[in-house]
Structure formats: structure tokens, C-alpha cells
């Protein structure tokens, strides 16, 4: 029994270090965005559309992805509030998936139109989706385990063969991974009560 209660682990501690990382990694997607120093004269619409609509796109994405995987988190995490060495390990990967996303957001903002940097993006996104719908499997519990796991899978498969069109139109592929979030909508069809979260 004492062995037992030392393997546990409070979430709530996990839920400290994820709000930073989470703040941290969204407000980072801003980073990349080009400063005054960017300009040699005073900037034109022209300018300004060439420079900013594709990384404004990338971070608009990436941090509207951040979000739902945040609010998922948290909603995993009140659901467990104490869990075992793996489970920790594992949102602990999670969490260094989120870290990542400031960096390939700053090459899809660049290099969108790269067939390799939209797969390599695509990759991350979907194994970020990945690790969510893991922990869901692991955290959920009772009548509406199938609705949770329905609704963490839908976008794993979107965001999954989004990447699959961007290794041959990458510029169609955004398109595919903002559908991914259809799945906070997808309770509805699953079951009544509160939506479940991505």
C-alpha cells in the first residue's frame, strides 16, 4: 500500500508546469513574426501581405491548436487527479510536443509552401493529437469513455491526412487540419451532456 500511494503522483503539480509551458510555447508563435528592422522604408500593403499572411496564418493556426489542446489537457487532468509513473511520462512528452510548436510554426510561417516543412509540420501537429488522445485513453473512465476517445481521435485522422495531402499539395493541407477540430463537436453525435474536448 505505501509502495502504491509513492508511485502516485498529484496532477496538480503537472498542472503548474503545463500552464507555463502552454503559456510560454503560445507566446512564442509570435516570435517569428518580422520586427520594424524587417523594413528598409516605410512598408507598403504590399509589403506588409508578403511578409506577415503567411506566418499571421501559421500562428493563428498553431495557437487556436495550442488552445484546444490546453483546454483538453486541463479537463484530462481534473478528470486525474492522481496518476502513476507512466501516465506522468507520458503527459511529460505531451508537454515537450508543445514546446516544439513555436519552432515548427516558425518554419511552416516561412516555408509553408515546402513540401518538407508542411509534412514536417503536419507530423508534429498530428503527434501532438496523438499524445492527447493516449492520455484521454488513459484518463477516461465510465459511460462516457467512447465519446471522450471518439472526440480525441477525430482530430488525430484529419490532422493525419492533412499531412498526407501536404506531401503533395501543401498548400490544400491547412485547409484538412482546421477541420481537425471538428472533433470538439463530435459529442454531440456520440452522446448528450457537456461536449467533450479534443
Known sequence: MVEEAFDHFEMRRLESLSNTIFGVAMT?????????????????WADLYHLYSARLIALMLSFVIAGVFWVSHQRRLVRQ???GRGVVLTNLFFLLSIILLPVSNGLYGTYGRSTTIAVLYGWHLTTIAAFNAWLWWIAA??????????????????????????????QYALYLWLLAFGGVVVPRFFGKGPAAQV
Open 28 to 44: 512564442l508563435l509570435a516570435y517569428d513574426l518580422p520586427r520594424a528592422a524587417a523594413f528598409a522604408n516605410p512598408p507598403t
Open 81 to 83: 487527479p492522481h496518476a
Open 141 to 170: 473512465r465510465g459511460h462516457r469513455r467512447r465519446v471522450e476517445l471518439a472526440a480525441s481521435l477525430f482530430p488525430v485522422l484529419f490532422l493525419l491526412s492533412g499531412t498526407a495531402v501536404a506531401a503533395f499539395a501543401p
